[in-house]
């Protein structure tokens, strides 16, 4: 934008920051430091904006509005809202809340709208000529962290950014500002951690990041919070984040890998903050690169320790895949998987070792993982847990591999998870008007679990929108699982029936004996307890199957077995009223008249 090329420095940051990332940190906006710039930055955009560029403006400053309570009491974040909305350009204006916001007296604010109190300096203040500087240095290695917050810098860049973060550091003991010293050493570890990514990066300045990063690990930031005890997909800012990553990838470097490295990363294995020990979870094999013994020890000691699901789940993970010893990773997954229960989610611990256990031993027969997986099977039968495992079979290729034991160890685990989830669906059933929520909600995972094997077994088919004909693999398939498809054929579940009916219309030009006779099973015996064939997807489906029956295999139909099969299926959804069945029996009736 025009209006950007004419500020400089901090301001141009803070104006990229407004305009085109409001959302990942609007907090910044209510910095003590930031207002004042903030509202000059304001009052010489906006009018030169795009539309939608003060709209993201706008919404930046929305994000910062105080409750409703905080507007009745005054105070400074009322305050320094009302100077950022007081800088937008009235005529420009597009948000209804900011207008009537800025056309709203406050008398506080309108007799002295520069008073911040507390802890706040005054706008007209004369800074420190030595924050001046700091303040500049970090605005600088922030703007290199920003630009390569996902990527890998340039050794120029890198470079220069070294030679600023020198000068910051030897600036840094003159403030006394607890913030701006919060912010030097922030930009400090978050350039530390990118000049750690390139194995370009000469070794001197990778010398100069191990230097920071052992000194980011012990930094009190980020502060432990109930809410960041566990990994929830945020990454808190601070030092320690940054170290941990960091040190990781410095470690797989052996000539910068030392006890101090393995120190510091042994400690961030009991970090208060869960998104840290994730991270160490996941480095550990960077950290095998010079230090197998350290890497195993980091991960034996989170097996055994760590409270945190997604913490156990990366352990797990790491241990069995990316660690070249898959033994050794059974080894974690048992120590784990003993301490693991199911909770909702696709990624959790439980769910980590399932998965873990199932790609060991069909793929590789990896010893114990057979014990594990039976254990498994016995005690987590819901279908939270199993998703992931049975996803990962089928993208696997255990259902369609070359392999013939392979393919039957797949599905032999399917089978063996779908028969006791049938005998608990049907007495939960039986029971369903008596059953306590907890067992409701039993009753649903288990059914849910049966549905998963169901749907995996037609997308290994090749069942997708716009699919080829099927392969000889996947006709293969059909014959072998026979009999899991009995077992799923009495489940009394209309989503799982579906797959079913799909599986069957899809092999129909393949095998049209076998999937007529398997419809006629699932309708016959669960379409109407399930409600499938009152569902008007049920019913369209089904419909089609018939139809190309008696267009491209009407053949078949000579033999009196498969002729009863046919009707049979017509007729279940004649007493669920469909008209269509009547139509489709008449049309028979004709053929054979």
């Known amino acids: 934008m025009a209006a950007h090329a004419a500020c400089g420095g901090r301001q141009t940051a803070l104006a990229a920051f407004m305009v085109s990332e409001p959302a990942d940190d609007v907090t910044q906006l209510l910095i003590p430091d930031l207002v004042g710039p903030a509202c000059e930055l304001i009052s010489a955009i906006h009018p030169t904006l795009e539309p939608a560029e003060a709209a993201r403006l706008e919404s930046a400053i929305l994000a910062i509005r105080p409750a409703a309570s905080h507007h009745e009491q005054g105070g400074l974040k009322q305050r320094r809202y009302r100077r950022l909305v007081s800088a937008l350009c009235a005529e420009h204006l597009t948000s209804p809340s900011l207008t009537a916001d800025r056309a709203a007296p406050d008398p506080a604010f309108d007799a002295d709208h520069t008073a911040w109190g507390g802890e706040e300096r005054a706008e007209t203040a004369e800074e420190d000529p030595a924050d001046a500087e700091l303040r500049q240095l970090t605005a600088v290695l922030s703007s290199f962290a ?9 050794s120029d860049d890198i470079a220069s950014a ?62 432990p919070t109930p809410e960041n005890a566990t990994f929830n997909l945020a990454i808190p800012q601070g030092p320690r984040t940054e170290a941990a990553r960091g040190l990781g990838q410095l470690a797989g470097i052996p000539a910068q890998y030392n006890p101090e490295v393995t120190h510091a ?19 550990a094999p960077s950290v095998a690169v010079s230090d197998t013994g350290t890497a195993w020890e980091i991960l034996e000691h989170l097996a055994e320790h760590d409270i945190d699901d997604a913490v156990l789940a990366a352990t797990v993970t790491t241990a069995c895949f990316r660690m070249n010893d898959a033994q050794r990773g059974a080894s974690i997954l048992a120590t784990v998987m003993g301490r693991a229960a199911p909770r909702p989610g696709r990624d959790t611990a439980a769910s980590a070792c399932a998965t873990a256990a199932g790609l060991l031993w069909i793929h590789h027969t990896t010893p114990g993982t057979d014990t594990a997986l039976t254990s498994m099977i016995t005690r987590w039968p819901d279908g939270s847990t199993w998703s992931g495992c049975l996803h990962e079979l089928r993208v696997s290729g255990a259902l369609t591999h070359d392999n013939d034991t392979v393919r039957r160890r797949a599905l032999t685990v399917m089978q063996q998870l779908a028969e006791p989830a049938l005998d608990r669906t049907r007495h939960a059933l039986l029971q369903y008007q008596t059953l306590t929520d907890a067992e409701r909600e039993q009753f649903k995972n288990t059914a849910q679990l049966l549905d998963h094997i169901a749907s995996q077994l037609y997308y290994a088919s090749g069942g997708v929108p716009n699919s080829t004909p099927p392969t000889t693999q996947e006709a293969r398939l059909l014959d ?66 018939v139809e190309r029956i008696l267009a491209d295999h009407r053949s078949l139909l000579r033999s009196p077995d498969n002729l009863t099969a046919l009707r049979q ?24 008249r």
């Open 480 to 545: 072998e699982a026979q009999p899991l498809v009995k077992v799923l054929s009495a489940t009394p579940i209309a989503r799982t029936a579906h797959h079913l009916v799909r599986l069957c219309e899809r092999m129909i030009d393949r095998r049209p004996q076998e999937t007529l006779l398997t419809v006629r099973d699932i309708i016959t015996q669960v379409g109407a307890q399930s409600g499938y064939t009152a569902d008007t997807l049920g019913v369209g489906t089904c419909v089609t199957f």
């Open 162 to 223: 070294e030679h600023t973060a020198t000068r910051l550091e030897a600036a840094l003991p003159q403030t006394q500002s607890v913030y701006l010293r919060t912010q030097a050493e922030d930009a400090l570890a978050d350039a530390a951690e990118i000049w750690t990514r390139s194995a370009q990066t000469p070794s001197p300045t990778l010398s100069h990041a191990r230097t920071l990063l052992l000194s980011a690990s012990r930094s009190p930031r980020p502060e």
């Open 265 to 283: 990363l042994l400690a961030l294995t009991a970090d208060p903050v869960g998104a840290i020990r994730h991270t160490v979870a996941l480095i």
């Open 146 to 154: 920003s630009t390569y917050l996902n990527g890998t810098a340039s």
């Open 569 to 592: 299926i017509c007729d279940a959804f004649i007493d669920a009223g469909w008209p269509q069945a009547h139509k489709l029996v008449f049309g028979i009736e004709q053929i054979f």
